[in-house]
């Protein structure tokens, strides 16, 4: 269905103010979300995959976030690719994108996300992520109301706080988590890799390498040795470590001696190039 007030792309709908959005919304009724801040790669396609499953329409949002951002973090450097994104798009069967323009965060309430999951992992050096991360979700989610909305494992912890939020809020929104996609040398696909010079790219891979040499190893070493190693080897390859974390996947908590459904998860920076990366251990 043509949406008053957009313009098509050869069928992929762009909707760029929220009386637009209004307007697409009343006459699709079951919208399978997928939030996205743009420069898209093939793990942000697998959401579309997935959401273009169920029955309904999908919708893509496409908007860098400045409430998620911090001081001295890269906002201003963050890709954007509009253009090649809306390619992308029509090429896997995207009904629509909603691309508001950069004023759309200060209408936005300020919301809270839940400090129990917050305080944890990329949390502990990014306090003011999750918070925007959940109070633009909300703004998004009170516009759409969609049937779904579609995240990736990467962001295991966004995931979490996004499922937590829905629950509390009392939202009738269904959530799905969608794995990881790996480049062919196993570094997860990033938007951020794209700032990786090209030696800093050769070494990122580093990252996924780790995690998997820590899945061989557990039970030959205990949790803290393997947390030490590797955490000296990222050193040494030249990463600044945030975090190497063993914990329970529901909660977060860190944990001591290994059990099912362990999250494995790192968070290090090449120079200003910050990237995570994680494996569950069922």
């Known amino acids: 269905?043509?949406?008053?007030?957009?313009?098509?792309?050869?069928?992929?709908?762009?909707?760029?103010?929220?009386?637009?959005?209004?307007?697409?919304?009343?006459?699709?009724?079951?919208?399978?979300?997928?939030?996205?801040?743009?420069?898209?790669?093939?793990?942000?396609?697998?959401?579309?995959?997935?959401?273009?499953?169920?029955s309904g329409v999908t919708l893509v949002s496409i908007y860098v976030n400045p409430l998620q951002f911090g001081p001295n973090e890269d906002l201003a450097i963050y890709p954007r690719t509009l253009d090649v994104d809306l390619e992308k798009l029509k090429a896997n069967s995207c009904d629509a994108v909603f691309h508001p323009d950069t004023n759309f965060a200060k209408d936005t309430k300020k919301l809270p996300a839940n400090p129990l999951l917050v305080?944890?992992?990329?949390?502990?050096?990014?306090?003011?992520?999750?918070?925007?991360v959940v109070?633009?979700?909300?703004?998004?989610?009170e516009l759409i109301h969609p049937k779904n909305t579609f995240f990736g494992l990467k962001d295991y912890q966004q995931f979490l706080i996004v499922k937590d939020f829905?629950?509390?809020?009392?939202?009738d929104i269904a959530i799905h988590g969608v794995d990881i996609v790996r480049e062919r040398d196993?570094?997860?696909?990033?938007?951020?890799?794209?700032?990786?010079?090209?030696?800093?790219?050769?070494?990122a891979k580093n990252l996924s390498l780790i995690l998997n040499d820590i899945y061989v190893n557990i039970g030959k070493y205990s949790l803290s040795n393997l947390r030490d190693q590797n955490i000296k080897k990222l050193t040494n390859l030249g990463f600044d470590v945030d975090y190497l974390s063993f914990c329970d996947s529901t909660s977060l908590e860190e944990i001591s001696?290994?059990?099912?459904?362990?999250?494995?998860?790192?968070?290090?920076?090449?120079?200003?190039?910050?990237?995570?990366?994680?494996?569950?251990?069922?």
């Open 257 to 282: 001696e290994i059990k099912p459904n362990t999250l494995v998860a790192i968070a290090a920076k090449l120079e200003t190039v910050r990237l995570i990366d994680n494996i569950l251990i069922k």
């Open 119 to 132: 305080k944890k992992l990329c949390g502990i050096s990014r306090p003011h992520f999750f918070d925007g």
């Open 1 to 54: 269905m043509s949406c008053k007030g957009t313009h098509l792309f050869l069928n992929l709908q762009i909707i760029n103010s929220t009386k637009d959005l209004d307007y697409f919304v009343q006459n699709n009724h079951d919208i399978n979300f997928v939030p996205t801040m743009g420069n898209l790669h093939e793990g942000h396609l697998s959401l579309v995959h997935e959401a273009n499953a169920f």
């Open 135 to 141: 109070s633009i979700l909300n703004h998004f989610f």
């Open 186 to 203: 196993g570094l997860a696909m990033s938007s951020r890799n794209n700032l990786l010079t090209p030696n800093q790219r050769l070494i």
């Open 166 to 171: 829905l629950n509390q809020s009392n939202l």
